[in-house]
């Protein structure tokens, strides 16, 4: 049993297909359900179209460079899902997956099922991470979250302030202000990159150096990598970086992480200029690395000459608090990330933080495998390019799991 229709489960259900497994997908919306339904009308991927590369099924139209919108991605795995012939089951809501003495019971609003194996594929964006913090906001002034967020024309006119600095958090700072709303956009640790490097796309800069594919157990903290924020990147047709400097140049106000609420007033840390520093001494040793590469590899003469991004530019001093009950601040928008929504898994295998204890994403229950996450198997594997390779790997080993059962 396959959970969820997106990418992941899609990716799965094609390598459990060319193994012979006998399996079932099931979907609580349609195929690609959480990109009908949870994403803003502009939202493009942040990956170039060469890099949508799922088992059997490469991008063969005329732009590789561009990126997808999201009519385009449901297009796209829509796509996949009759060309793998995928045994989708769609409409089928997932109400609890609980353990049996041959493998686990799977009950569904259309009915019940048994399974040797489960394999979680819903995601890790289900539920808004939303800190405690916001309680304490005044109810004069609009929340809303990321995943609810389509356009700007639902917020109200006057000022926002967007709570998040990652991709998401400054594509929405980007286009909000450029509504007419005066922005300021709260700014914690973050991942500054240039969306264009010597004249290639980070991305391909990612795959050849082989930094997408390093695996989860070559790496020091596992844990922390896979909390760090994605990239500030947005899929643009100019392919333009948009980081935190992009922002300033429009006019977006820059204050530090959020700290408190308190009697109405958003107090804010003093830690942005170290924030920014630091994301920047980040960036340059990712290009060097970069650099380093493309130089012993033969690469200086096909691509363009190295540069570096101006450093980022903070105001002497920030605003360190802001009266939320003045008036001025309409709206608040929370892109402070996701969590995964396990609240039907009856299996005992989550820690003290709700995640599912796992390693590389075998699970730590016998028959149970995660896909999708960040950083499950390699750096890559959130992302549609590297659905595959983790697949396929947690494939052979549930085939092997079988053949001992």
């Not at 990652?166 to 991942?191: F, N, Y």
């Not at 991305?203 to 050849?208: A, L, R």
């Not at 909390?227 to 392919?239: K, T, V, Y």
């Not at 983790?390 to 080993?397: E, G, M, Q, T, Y």
Request: glycine letters at 8%.
């Amino acid at each position: 049993m396959v959970i969820g229709a997106g990418h992941a489960g899609l990716a799965m259900s094609r390598c459990l297909a060319e193994r012979s497994v006998d399996h079932v997908v099931l979907e609580r919306g349609e195929v690609a359900n959480s990109w009908r339904t949870e994403r803003w009308d502009s939202l493009r991927l942040l990956t170039p179209n060469w890099q949508s590369r799922l088992p059997g099924y490469d991008y063969d139209g005329g732009e590789p460079d561009g990126y997808r919108t999201m009519p385009e991605v449901i297009d796209f795995l829509d796509r996949y899902a009759r060309v793998i012939s995928a045994p989708v089951q769609t409409g089928t809501t997932v109400k609890s997956v609980s353990t049996t003495d041959q493998g686990f019971a799977v009950a569904t609003d259309k009915g019940a099922w048994n399974c040797r194996t489960v394999v979680l594929a819903s995601g890790a964006c289900n539920v808004p991470r939303v800190p405690s913090l916001a309680a304490m906001v005044p109810p004069s002034v609009a929340t809303v979250t990321a995943k609810d967020y389509r356009n700007s024309g639902q917020l109200d006119e006057g000022a926002v302030m967007v709570v998040g600095a990652s991709a998401t958090g400054t594509q929405l700072a980007d286009e909000i202000h450029r509504s007419g709303r005066p922005v300021t956009l709260v700014v914690g640790e973050h991942v500054r990159a240039p969306r264009v490097y010597r004249g290639k796309d980070i991305e391909w800069w990612m795959d050849v150096t082989g930094l997408n594919d390093q695996r989860y157990d070559r790496v020091d903290d596992i844990e922390r990598a896979r909390r760090l924020p994605s990239f500030q990147l947005a899929g643009s047709p100019e392919r333009r970086t948009l980081d935190l400097n992009a922002l300033t140049e429009i006019g977006v106000k820059l204050v530090g992480r959020i700290a408190a609420i308190s009697d109405g007033k958003a107090q804010f840390s003093g830690s942005l200029h170290n924030s920014c520093a630091m994301a920047d001494l980040k960036m340059n040793r990712l290009l060097n690395t970069f650099d380093q590469w493309s130089s012993e590899n033969g690469f200086d003469g096909q691509v363009e000459a190295p540069h570096r991004l101006d450093p980022t530019q903070v105001e002497a001093k920030p605003p360190l608090h802001i009266d939320l009950s003045s008036g001025r601040i309409k709206t608040i928008l929370w892109a402070t990330g996701y969590r995964p929504d396990y609240s039907w898994l009856h299996v005992a295998v989550l820690d003290r933080k709700g995640n599912i204890r796992h390693d590389g994403g075998i699970v730590a229950h016998a028959g149970l495998y995660l896909m999708g996450m960040q950083f499950l198997r390699r750096r890559k594997s959130a992302l549609i390019d590297g659905a595959g390779d983790d697949a396929r790997d947690l494939s052979d080993h549930l085939v092997a799991f079988l053949r001992r059962k």
